[in-house]
């Protein structure tokens, strides 16, 4: 690992080819997302960035949307990456009886849907993010999934601005080739 300060999309678009990927993947666990996300670069602004990431995953066939979802943690379960813990931090501390309702809620969802509860979660209250599940559950299979894209859209929107805001980061020496 090298330290780099991260310049934002001037970093972004000088990055190898693999470490794009890498970047993009952190995002989003599609990898054709990130592959087709990457090979666009340059791009010329981070509004040209944004639309281009949301045009590939409006375009992403059902297999690969599952593997996007595949990369989030059950709402109200521990995460294991820093961006789903950040999204997730209004969870932390919330009511034990609304934990336990969140997470029989989200079996019964994953039961009826076939994949993960997905919501933009960035730091909302466990209740709230519970009240929207209820709401979601009366979904038919076809809304839901058309909202469920919604939902990974705002969540890639959110880390790729984040991913393109100046500071300085960590970059695998391996990923350079």
């Given amino acids: ?7 934002g999309l001037s970093s972004f678009n000088e990055l190898s ?11 989003c666990s599609s990898r054709i997302w990130a592959v087709r996300v990457a090979s666009a670069r340059p791009f010329s602004d981070d509004e040209a960035l944004l639309e281009y990431a949301d045009l590939i ?13 595949a990369g989030h943690p ?3 379960d521990r995460a294991d990456n820093p961006s789903s813990k950040r999204e997730q931090s209004g969870v932390t501390g919330a009511d034990a009886d609304v934990l336990a309702e969140l997470k029989e809620l ?16 960035n ?7 519970l009240d929207i599940l209820k709401q979601r559950m009366s979904n038919d299979p076809e809304t839901e999934r058309r909202v469920m894209r919604m939902e990974l859209a705002k969540i890639n929107r959110s880390r790729l601005v984040r991913m393109l805001t100046p500071a300085s980061i960590y970059l695998d020496e391996e990923a350079q080739a």
């Fill in 106 to 121: 989200n079996a019964a969802y994953e039961e009826r849907f076939g994949h993960v509860y997905l919501v933009f979660a």
């Fill in 17 to 27: 080819e693999r470490q794009a990927i890498n970047q993009l993947f952190e995002c």
């Fill in 74 to 76: 059950r709402i109200g």
């Fill in 57 to 69: 995953l409006a375009e992403l066939t059902e297999k690969d949307l599952d593997d996007a979802l």
């Fill in 1 to 7: 690992m090298r330290r780099v300060d991260w310049r």
């Fill in 123 to 129: 730091g909302r209250p466990a209740a709230e993010l």
